[in-house]
């Protein structure tokens, strides 16, 4: 049942669809070798990689994440120095403890395969988790794939197996599957909805803003001051990521390609002026530079190079977007003289709302639609909770929403090295800045405008299915082919 936490989980980096995502299955797959008692029969596991998993999965980290879910870890706690390390650690004991629990013999480089030349018809990123016995007889066989935001589905063995570079045939796919369903909402919950216009149609009827009717559905199923906690948790956690990449002593990214880490100078040299971060008071004649674009052009970097770090993030709605939604509520704490954290509150729950809908009438992975479904929609829930949070009515939140998504139509992932650094980090700052602006077009408005939300998400469902492959996060065209690895 749809939850606007579901929207915002709290992980790791660098990726929610190649580390958050994998991780979370694997921990499933083990899980369910628990259940069923298979797990103390385990002698040997083995786990294949299809489609983008494979090809930009080493730069993603995908492999050390599942082989940390099969120990049994999940994203929100994860040791980051162990995952970081997790295949010199293997290597070294040359085991795997299973579930946490139970010790089997273990080669890494035998046991976790990047298949290049095939791929699950269903989706791009897939994964196959198979077990045997002792006796080498199989005892069970999953497919899982990462949907986007750390989002997971269980597949079939038996599901079609496809060249790498093949379109799905028609109806194989998860796409190709209706979006009508009434079952995205507990029965509990006072008000569906599954699309733009009919939350705008349910917030007028209601006499109701966007974040009034989510928080009624949300508090329907669970208790208020839980639901208040865990949004005001999932903040923290995005200011304390803020912080932690402005304030990181980690010269150089991992990866190989030895990007800079910018954000602590940039930190230093707007500090000089005023320490926002630290809620010091501006001086009136603040320079350019220290002007409130350039903090959030910061503050958005800051989360992303501890995301390319492999840090603690908060996916919003997935890693490689991670910085736009953090950067965006900062400036509204930092920058609005109203902001409370009942604002921040309203903030997430219309930003969850918008990134429910791209979810279930697109898609938010860069995989399946390229980087318009990742940083193309964290922009968009930016704009639609700071306009709500700026006073904004129903209508001119989602235009704010639209505008934000319309301005990054046909947005290509192409990573460098297919590591989350290049475009990616710059792009959340870019985005972050759009967030902001949509919001100053829609608040000069009454909301009226000529296309639709729900035209816009449309159109980028349409453009990912046009997309070629290379441009979805296979890091086999665009700049990722352009750009020479020094």
């Given amino acids: 049942m749809f939850s606007i936490l579901d929207m915002f989980k709290i992980g790791v980096g660098p990726s929610s669809s190649h580390t958050v995502g994998p991780m979370i299955a694997a921990s499933h797959f083990v899980t369910s070798l628990e259940r069923t008692k298979l797990l103390e029969q385990v002698a040997r596991v083995h786990v294949t990689l299809y489609g983008s998993l494979s090809l930009t999965g080493l730069g993603h980290g995908t492999d050390r994440a599942v082989v940390a879910g099969l120990e049994g ?72 794939y990462s949907i986007g935001g750390g989002f997971v589905r269980q597949g079939h063995p038996d599901d079609l197996l496809i060249g790498i570079h093949d379109t799905p045939p028609e109806g194989s796919t998860f796409s190709d599957e209706a979006a009508d369903s009434d079952d995205d909402f507990a029965p509990e919950a006072p008000y569906h909805f599954h699309s733009g216009d ?13 974040s009034e009717i989510v928080w009624a559905n949300e508090t329907a199923v669970r208790p208020a001051e839980d639901v208040r906690a865990d949004l005001l948790h999932v903040w923290q956690s995005m200011s304390d990521c803020v912080y932690a990449g402005c304030t990181s002593a980690q010269k150089t990214l991992p990866g190989g390609l030895d990007v800079p880490r910018r954000a602590p100078k940039i930190y230093q040299r707007l500090a000089g002026n005023a320490d926002i971060l630290k809620r010091d008071v501006r001086r009136p004649d603040v320079a350019m530079e220290s002007s409130e674009c350039t ?26 977007s991670a910085g736009i939604i953090p950067a965006v509520l900062e400036y509204y704490w930092h920058f609005a003289g109203s902001a409370d954290e009942d604002g921040v509150i309203r903030f997430l729950l219309a930003a969850g709302a918008v990134g429910y809908l791209f979810k279930r009438n697109a898609s938010i992975s860069g995989a399946e639609v390229g980087c318009q479904g990742e940083v193309g929609s964290a922009c968009s829930m930016a704009a639609a909770g700071l306009c709500e949070v700026m006073g904004g009515t129903p209508a001119q939140v989602e235009n704010a929403a639209e505008i934000g998504i319309e301005h990054h139509l046909g947005l290509t992932c192409d990573p460098v090295g297919g590591l989350v650094q290049i475009p990616c980090i710059e792009r959340n700052a870019m985005a972050a800045n759009t967030a902001v602006n949509a919001v100053r077009v829609s608040l000069l408005g009454d909301g009226s405008h000529m296309v639709s939300l729900d035209q816009a998400i449309k159109t980028m469902k349409d453009t990912g299915a046009d997309m070629m492959s290379e441009y979805k996060e296979t890091s086999k065209g665009g700049l990722a082919v352009n750009v020479v690895e020094c």
């Fill in 73 to 144: 870890s999940l994203p929100a706690t994860v040791d980051t120095e162990h995952l970081l390390n997790i295949k010199n650690d293997c290597d070294q004991a040359g085991t795997l403890l299973l579930a946490g629990k139970h010790e089997i013999a273990f080669d890494y480089d035998r046991d976790v395969i990047f298949e290049k030349w095939e791929r699950l018809a269903p989706h791009p990123n897939g994964m196959r988790f198979e077990v045997f016995d002792a006796q080498g007889g199989k005892l069970d066989e999953q497919v899982w």
């Fill in 198 to 210: 009919e939350l705008v149609a349910l917030c007028e009827r209601e006499g109701k803003s966007v």
């Fill in 295 to 320: 903090w959030v052009d910061l503050f958005a970097m800051a989360v992303n190079e501890e995301n390319a770090g492999g840090g603690r993030i908060v996916t919003a709605p997935t890693n490689g």
